[in-house]
């Protein structure tokens, strides 16, 4: 059983970036991926890093947010740069499965821009 713990979201200001943080208990040989759901909308796929490094990205963040892990510290970050008021949602990651079926999802960080 993985445990995920999201950290890093906060209230900033449009245009301003955050680095959002999930440590996991163990990576397993699976895609990495971060998700967000805002009141009243549809959980949406942000981000994805697959076993081979190989990265996708929602159109709405293309060129502003970026993925990474680091696999000694079990941790998978998303950078978001140039945040917009529409970014603001509860941001959660994923593992362990396939897009967009995983099965270990964290409980998910607060972001919020305005």
């Known amino acids: 059983h993985v445990q995920l713990v999201e950290s890093g979201g906060e209230s900033v200001q449009v245009g301003e970036s955050l680095r959002l943080s999930c440590a996991a208990t163990a990576f397993t040989y699976s895609t990495l991926a971060w998700f967000r759901q805002s009141p009243g909308k549809e959980r949406e796929g942000v981000a994805a890093l697959d076993v081979g490094g190989g990265t996708s990205y929602a159109d709405s963040v293309k060129g502003r947010f970026t993925i990474s892990r680091d696999n000694a510290k079990n941790t998978v970050y998303l950078q978001m740069n140039s945040l917009k008021s529409e970014d603001t949602a509860l941001y959660y990651c994923?593992?362990?499965?396939?897009?967009?079926?995983?099965?270990?999802w964290g409980q998910g960080t607060q972001v919020t821009v305005s």
């Open positions: 994923a593992t362990g499965g396939s897009w967009p079926d995983f099965g270990y």
